[in-house]
């Protein structure tokens, strides 16, 4: 005895592959905006990075104007010496250093060694710059005996 099967139907194949391309389009959609979204973070992170190290280099610049403005007061090529507590400076018409500013202090001590006086200095400095909401600070420090 010989049994026929019921026909198969037949579907064509482009009838089951519909909807097929939407779902691979909309994959390849989603994964370009994850892509795109990680290179804009990534993107503003290094713009931040930048900023801070720019600031940086003129914060580290200002303070070592003020170091050097201090040792110059203490030792100046013609009269008196002038070793300030404190001095504060805020740059306003010097190109790249503008928002930028210094804090110096100059401390003296008087160190007896065998009978011979020494005067230590210690000339630190503060610079800052302000970039919007962000603020970088740089400090330099110089020491020496006469």
Do not use: W
């Not at 600031?55 to 303070?63: D, E, I, P, T």
């Not at 210094?102 to 610079?127: H, I, L, P």
């Amino acid at each position: 005895m010989y049994l026929k099967s019921a026909p198969i139907p037949h579907t064509t194949t482009m009838q089951k592959q519909r909807g097929s391309m939407l779902v691979i389009a909309l994959f390849v959609i989603i994964l370009l905006a994850v892509l795109s979204l990680a290179m804009l973070r990534m993107l503003a992170a290094s713009a931040d990075s930048v900023v801070s190290e720019v600031y940086g280099q003129r914060a580290l610049n200002a303070a070592r104007s003020g170091v050097e403005r201090s040792i110059a007061a203490a030792f100046p090529i013609t009269g008196t010496s002038n070793c300030s507590a404190s001095e504060a400076f805020t740059f306003t018409n010097t190109p790249g250093l503008l928002n930028c500013g210094y804090e110096s202090r100059c401390s003296v001590v008087t160190v007896n060694d065998d009978g011979d006086e020494y005067q230590y200095y210690r000339f630190t400095a503060q610079g800052s710059c302000v970039a919007g909401d962000t603020v970088v600070s740089r400090n330099v420090s110089v020491e020496g005996i006469q």
